[in-house]
């Protein structure tokens, strides 16, 4: 743990620690509101956890955020699940993410990128009067505070558009991507009963075009409460029967009107990867959203009007609403519609030259495509603008750290970053102000209460426990549809420790503060009693050259035993023979221990993922098990479903 890194791999320099606007509201707070001035950012933490009420209504003043109707007090019931934040206040979110049209009118909020690579702007006063625009449209069509709009589209400028002039008439917004297939789309869209549909006629991935419209007639079936429908043609082809053109409903020159909700209206509703079930539908609220976001944006990423802010994503895919948050903070976001490696491994990176991007997210898993493919990005491209280099969707591995650190710049600060579309927001990862460790998140986010726990409760440093919160955080879900007395909402997080978020991560909270992340718990592998996680087995496993990915399953037998498979995934033309089988587990009992070696090393076909990426284990162990696989798993949240009917047609076989 905190042991084995004893050199940080970067450090800020003093520059760069003044002029950081963490550093700058540390001293503001300790001027206005108490916050200590000496101790750093490990002081700024305590407080900010210590005081919760302080800390967020500093943020509120810091970020000059507008309250049409000022709040009673900043936190009315502090209990979890149920917790009230600044009970009275009303205020609206696309306001807030309008703002910086006033002073910036002619230069790019968003910088739309699709596979030709080429950027193309949508400046601010554009983007605020096409919102004008179209929350008129909406409102004219009976759209009302609390009715659901929802998106079936891309990464592109007209899903930020609808989804900002959803929030100004205050209803609430909901999206998934178009790669989606019907059946998952309606698993998520028919909970929420939406009264609009935005959609394409199709979208262009990797070269080539798909078309949605069949899709869409299904979706306009099998949704009744819709009362629009509006067609936005990405490729070109004219508008069905019945459907309004996007063109006529942003045409006007409108300026938008923002209905001034209570703090704790919803503002959209994003869906778990429902890999065994229907989908969770996660409510999140305007003002919790919007005040957490502008903490992590703001003060975490360090962004701010100067910066530009490109994140690889889709719409189905949480990250895409905080990317656009990042309009809170004047930044121009960047928006990319294509695959993530077209027309080769180095994609993105091209894309952030283009954009001249200061923070570039992307998936960990990226940074290990492109580390195994030979990618040089500093050789092949001008990263000079790139200051932070940011992943998520799994914990980085140690050498995804160092292949960023020599393949991109020695001065660059890589920010892993750990959350959950449960809260939109990241419990751990980018401080601007501390020093990065190979294979370490920064530190927890200000205002959270992060804490690795032992079963019984009891807070542990230095040693592998359950990532729990404590305390709670604005933008914690205010509920799940459909679930009336808050049941589902409890069984998820709350039910192992009353009172206190579990998130079902593996963590380890070092005695230096910083944060490993170890995989999922609820897929934890247990050998001889010692638990562990699947991401180390991962990261070890991967870095032979032979192997494009694995996944591990460990599985409680009747008699009492356990069988632990790992099964790989390996790159064209390698062979699963002897050689490589020994170095395989050579390699986990050198780098792990003689514990992790599994029982059987298995060649498959490909490892199956949720649509937003994730390996899925779960569902893997229970066919396994023997449950069937309509049992096991909600096909329509898988990648590529004929995957599955390896490891079923395995389990029969074992039987």
């Not at 019907?182 to 959609?199: I, K, N």
């Not at 070269?207 to 509006?230: C, F, N, Q, S, Y």
């Not at 003689?594 to 229970?622: A, Q, S, Y």
Request: glycine residues 8%; negative net charge; contains cysteine.
């Amino acid at each position: 743990m905190s042991t084995e890194n004893p050199h940080p791999l970067w450090q800020p320099d003093p520059q760069r620690i003044a002029q950081a606007q963490v550093t700058k509201f540390q001293a503001w707070a300790a001027e206005n509101h108490g916050a200590p001035s000496e101790g750093g950012y490990a002081a700024l933490h305590r407080w900010s956890v210590d005081e919760l009420d302080t800390f967020w209504k500093a943020v509120t003043e810091w970020f000059d955020v507008r309250f049409a109707t000022p709040y009673a007090r900043v936190l009315g019931d502090r209990s979890m699940p149920g917790a009230q934040w600044f009970p009275g206040a009303t205020l609206n979110y696309a306001e807030h993410a309008l703002r910086a049209a006033a002073t910036r009118s002619d230069e790019p909020a968003l910088l739309y990128v699709d596979e030709s690579h080429e950027p193309r702007p949508v400046t601010w006063s554009e983007l605020r009067r096409q919102v004008g625009s179209l929350a008129a449209e909406l409102r004219a069509l009976g759209v009302r505070p609390g009715d659901r709009v929802s998106g079936y589209l891309p990464n592109i400028p007209q899903a930020v558009v609808a989804l900002l002039a959803t929030a100004a008439v205050g209803g609430v917004w909901t999206s998934c991507a178009p790669d989606f297939g019907a059946r998952s789309v309606l698993d998520r869209f028919q909970q929420v009963e939406p009264v609009v549909l935005f959609t394409v006629d199709g979208y262009r991935y990797g070269g080539k075009e798909h078309d949605r419209r069949d899709i869409v007639a299904e979706l306009r079936r099998e949704l009744p409460t819709l009362r629009a429908v509006v067609h936005i043609p990405l490729l070109g082809t004219p508008a069905p029967e019945g459907a309004l053109e996007w063109q006529a409903l942003t045409a006007a020159d409108e300026e938008p009107v923002f209905e001034q909700v209570p703090f704790d209206h919803p503002l959209w509703v994003l869906y778990s990867s429902g890999t065994t079930g229907l989908p969770k539908a996660i409510v999140q609220s305007q003002g919790g959203i919007l005040v957490e976001h502008l903490k992590q944006l703001g003060l975490h990423c360090d962004l701010g009007p100067e910066d530009r802010f490109f994140w690889y994503t889709s719409t189905g895919w949480m990250m895409w609403n905080f990317l656009v948050s990042g309009l809170l903070t004047g930044t121009t976001i960047v928006l990319y519609d294509g695959s993530p490696g077209y027309p080769d491994t180095g994609a993105q990176w091209r894309v952030a030259e283009r954009t001249q991007a200061t923070l570039y997210g992307t998936s960990a898993a990226y940074v290990m495509a492109c580390r195994k493919a030979d990618v040089h990005p500093a050789r092949d491209f001008d990263l000079t603008k790139v200051r932070c280099v940011a992943t998520t969707g799994s914990p980085l591995p140690p050498d995804g750290f160092r292949w960023l650190h020599d393949e991109v710049r020695d001065d660059l600060w890589i920010a892993s970053v750990s959350g959950g579309t449960d809260v939109c927001s990241c419990f751990a990862g980018a401080v601007p102000t501390l020093p990065v460790y190979v294979g370490e998140l920064q530190a927890p986010s200000l205002g959270t209460d992060l804490q690795s726990w032992d079963p019984s409760g009891k807070p542990l440093i230095d040693e592998v426990g359950e990532l729990v919160v404590t305390n709670p955080m604005p933008s914690m879900p205010i509920h799940f549809w459909n679930d009336p007395d808050g049941s589902r909402y409890h069984d998820s997080y709350f039910d192992t420790y009353p009172g206190v978020w579990r998130h079902g991560d593996w963590i380890t909270v070092t005695s230096r503060g910083s944060v490993v992340i170890h995989g999922r718990s609820d897929s934890t592998l247990n050998r001889q009693g010692v638990r562990m996680g699947s991401a180390d087995i991962y990261e070890a496993v991967e870095r032979l050259p032979e192997i494009k990915e694995s996944l591990v399953i460990g599985i409680e037998q009747p008699d009492g035993g356990y069988w632990m498979p790992l099964f790989v995934h390996l790159v064209p033309g390698a062979v699963l023979d002897e050689a490589l089988l020994g170095r395989i587990k050579q390699t986990i009992r050198e780098q792990l221990s003689p514990r992790h070696v599994p029982d059987e090393i298995i060649e498959v076909p490909g490892v199956p993922h949720t649509l937003t990426g994730k390996r899925i284990e779960v569902p893997v162990k229970r066919l396994l098990q023997g449950t069937p696989l309509e049992k096991a798993v909600n096909p329509g949240s898988i990648d590529n479903l004929d995957l599955l009917h390896f490891y079923e047609d395995l389990a029969r076989k074992r039987a």
